[in-house]
């Protein structure tokens, strides 16, 4: 790429040439969320996913949320700026073990959160976000027995928020794990007027201590409508970048890591970069691709998470 090229200039003539839309979470790069038409929460995005009228989505996060755009689109091509931007979660729970899994379970019904591959949500009754998760299982009569994968943090905190006795796939995010409870007590001290704020997928010794526990969207929604002017935030440190959009004046800092030499930074979610963004836009790929006996199986429990969140 020549140094000397506008890249925000070039990306928005391609978009228009192309009818392209971008949507971006909030978990990836400043640059790429200032370029984005659309910014949001996983809920958010596949929202926005399944009603645009344009012919190229470029999804700027993670390799499941882009499969979710596809899915919700099949007719749409659908990009992601580097195609090797995964997700640890998502890899925690390999879609062949989790059938066998479901198999010691049969009188019960499988909720998968949206972190997941497009493999795993065929195999699934209802797709939940961090957003509606509790809604989604509270939706349900209160004697269904429930599977829920692939997140273990986020299963339990619903179970203790819905009352309902959960069976648990046993995987995590190694960003949302690697916070430090003492690090995190030593920090409040230090802060005595910070609020300090979480996402469900952090483990439960850290949900204990915070003020609010939300999505990506609900924390910032939660830093705007609170008056505190302090906020430590256990999720990834991208959201930080409208947090502070959003609130001048106010201050963020990133709860830290249990490692000193950590950063709170999704290396999945890092991968795509402007540069690459632009190329792909450029060159039509990478493309997602999904076969279509996935897409037809995978639809039927993300649209039934879309009707209960309408
Ligand atoms: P939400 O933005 O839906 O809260 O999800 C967080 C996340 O980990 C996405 O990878
Ligand atoms: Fe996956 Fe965690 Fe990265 Fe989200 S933050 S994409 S859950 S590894």
Redesign the pocket.
């Known amino acids: 790429i020549d140094p000397a090229l506008d890249l925000f200039q070039e990306i928005d003539r391609l978009k228009k040439e192309k009818n392209a839309v971008i949507l971006a979470?909030y978990?990836q790069e400043p640059d790429i969320q200032d370029i984005a038409d659309y910014i949001g929460d996983s809920l958010g995005l596949s929202q926005e996913a399944a009603k645009t009228d344009a012919d190229i989505i470029v999804f700027a996060?993670?390799h499941?949320?882009a499969e979710t755009a596809k899915i919700l689109s099949p007719e749409k091509k659908v990009l992601l700026p580097d195609l090797k931007?995964?997700?640890?979660?998502?890899d925690s729970c390999p879609p062949k073990l989790f059938a066998k899994f479901k198999e010691k379970y049969p009188d019960h019904l499988v909720i998968t959160y949206v972190?997941c591959t497009a493999e795993l949500k065929a195999l699934s009754d209802i797709v939940c976000t961090s957003s509606n998760a509790v809604q989604i299982v509270e939706s349900l009569p209160k004697d269904q027995k429930i599977i829920f994968g692939p997140?273990r943090n986020l299963g339990a905190w619903v179970a203790k928020k819905t009352g309902r006795d959960l069976v648990l796939w046993n995987g995590a995010?190694?960003?949302?794990e690697i916070f430090s409870q003492q690090r995190i007590l030593k920090l409040k001290a230090r802060h005595p007027e910070a609020k300090f704020i979480a996402h469900p997928?952090c483990e439960e010794v850290v949900l204990q201590m915070a003020d609010y526990i939300g999505s990506t969207t609900g924390l910032l929604k939660y830093t705007i409508n609170d008056p505190a002017n302090e906020f430590i935030v256990a999720?990834?440190s991208g959201i930080i970048h409208q947090m502070e959009k959003a609130n001048p004046g106010k201050v963020f800092i990133p709860a830290p890591p249990n490692n000193a030499c950590a950063c709170n930074d999704?290396?999945?979610?890092k991968r795509n970069t402007l540069e690459k963004l632009y190329l792909c836009l450029k060159n039509g790929l990478p493309e997602v691709t999904v076969p279509m006996d996935i897409i037809v199986k995978a639809k039927k429990p993300i649209e039934r998470m879309l009707d209960i969140s309408a």
């Open positions: 979470h978990y996060g993670v499941f949320m931007a995964g997700c640890s979660l998502s972190n997140d995010c190694m960003v949302h997928e999720t990834e999704c290396p999945h979610m």
